[in-house]
């Protein structure tokens, strides 16, 4: 069995929903993990925030125009008048419940409401469009097994166990289609994984279930050794140990969700990347797998806060630095990476919900300074500190761009640097220029 996640381009129009329904039509008892149409997530959550700044016109006039885009792609998807109607009575009733929403007064709890209705909905279209052409698909509530508690991690055993049992009520079924993205709470309350969560969920899915594969679909061939968006003449990178997608993903590299390598991982189940706008590319795999002494990719994580901590009453006293951590732990913000000396630390958060409170009683420690709007810079590969020459390379690249910290050592994968934003596409160039 393979879990298979379809991304919001790839479900993107009648057609990309017609392209993968043909993908995925020979699949069979494999999993197909849908985001939402590319755009309508975006879409939900201008509708949240006019209802926010308590603007209902405008939330509704942005549900009607969402409806319109949706009402033209079931003229587009499906062949049958009955299959338009059936479909048209689904979203339909998802419309009058998001309607319905834009009357609450705003909350958090009812954006991930409105949120959610994305995944909802694209779901519903090709369940419908494969049963119209013949494929015995059923439509699993991810909402029934995908499961966080209350630091929002997800409860495995939960969606192990849920999950198992959703799929044994359907023994005939051919396919089994659900939701990425969306999740209840410890309180049963609908939420989700955070942005581009879709690839968390098949990976949770994959890895609890012990998937034979999980399989990333999206709009281009694979990890590609640099930011595509920023760095021309990238490449597809088609091997990756976990530990390197991992650290990729965390540090920026879009494709990914930041934490969905963590399960497979752990499970052990390899993650592939692969095109659906060109299925025969190789793509990227994934698997506890290392090629030695190889650079493999940079990538790039924005809006990172640097905080440095001077103290006179020495630094590396013993107990010092956990008093600095358990301030950032009571404030419940993780921290990225680290730098020490003699008389002072730096760290970085990408995260500044509770940086003031953070700030108040750092400052009873020593000075603090902070620095924001940095990008961490991650050079991924064989990195392993008895290799020699690659952490010189990669500074060697940065050799004219002043760089705020620097990070190796902490894994044999990784190089960090924290440089400017206004450095960034620079930096990313000129460690494409010179490491690949
Ligand atoms: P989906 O909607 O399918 O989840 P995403 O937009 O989340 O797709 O991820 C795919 C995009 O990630 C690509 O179109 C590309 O612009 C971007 N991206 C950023 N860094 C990389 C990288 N290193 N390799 C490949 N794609 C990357
Ligand atoms: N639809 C969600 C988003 O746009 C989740 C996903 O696409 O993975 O972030
Ligand atoms: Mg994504």
């Not at 760095?231 to 990914?256: C, D, M, S, W």
Request: hydrophobic content about 40%.
């Amino acid at each position: 069995m393979k879990v298979k996640k379809f991304g919001g381009t790839s479900v993107g129009s009648a057609e990309r929903i017609k392209n993968v329904g043909k993908l995925i039509s020979g699949c069979k008892k494999d999993i197909i993990v849908l985001s939402a149409m590319s755009g309508t997530t975006n879409s939900l959550l201008e509708i949240s925030s006019a209802i926010k700044d308590s603007d209902q016109a405008r939330a509704i006039e942005l549900i009607d125009l969402l409806r319109e885009k949706y009402a033209v792609t079931i003229n587009d998807l499906y062949k049958t008048a009955d299959y338009k109607a059936k479909a048209t009575e689904a979203i339909e009733e998802i419309f009058d419940e998001l309607k319905e929403l834009s009357k609450k007064p705003y909350s958090q709890q009812l954006e991930k409401e409105i949120v959610a209705k994305g995944e909802m909905m694209s779901t519903n279209l090709m369940n419908l469009h494969l049963h119209e052409e013949g494929i015995n698909s059923v439509l699993l509530p991810a909402l029934d097994f995908i499961k966080i508690d209350k630091h929002g991690e997800p409860i495995e055993e939960f969606i192990k166990e849920e999950a198992t049992k959703s799929i044994a009520s359907y023994p005939e079924a051919d396919l089994y289609i659900t939701q990425g993205f969306i999740c209840r709470n410890e309180d049963g309350e609908i939420d989700n994984l955070q942005r581009g969560g879709s690839d968390y969920t098949a990976s949770l899915i994959g890895a609890v279930l012990g998937a034979d594969e999980i399989e990333i679909w999206t709009d281009i061939d694979g990890m590609h050794n640099n930011d595509p968006r920023f760095v021309e003449e990238t490449r597809p990178v088609h091997n990756l140990h976990f530990e390197e997608a991992a650290e990729l993903a965390y540090f920026g590299a879009k494709i990914l969700h930041p934490t969905c390598i963590l399960p497979a991982r752990e499970h052990n189940v390899p993650v592939r990347l692969l095109n659906t706008m060109d299925p025969s590319a190789e793509g990227t795999l994934i698997e506890n797998n290392l090629e030695k002494n190889a650079i493999k990719a940079v990538a790039a994580k924005d809006n990172i806060t640097a905080i440095k901590i001077k103290s006179g009453r020495m630094l590396l006293a013993y107990g010092f630095l956990k008093k600095v951590f358990e301030i950032f732990e009571k404030y419940e913000t993780s921290i990225d990476m680290i730098t020490t000396s003699e008389v002072g630390v730096s760290l970085t958060i990408d995260n500044e919900k509770n940086l003031p409170k953070i700030e108040e009683e750092l400052g009873k420690l020593g000075s603090v300074t902070i620095d924001r709007d940095m990008v961490i810079i991650c050079v991924v590969g064989d990195l392993e500190w008895t290799n020699k020459g690659f952490e010189a390379a990669a500074l060697e690249a940065l050799r004219n761009v002043p760089v705020r910290m620097i990070s190796y050592g902490g894994s044999n994968y990784n190089i960090s640097f924290l440089v400017r934003k206004e450095d960034k596409i620079k930096a990313l160039r000129l460690l494409s220029y010179h490491l690949f």
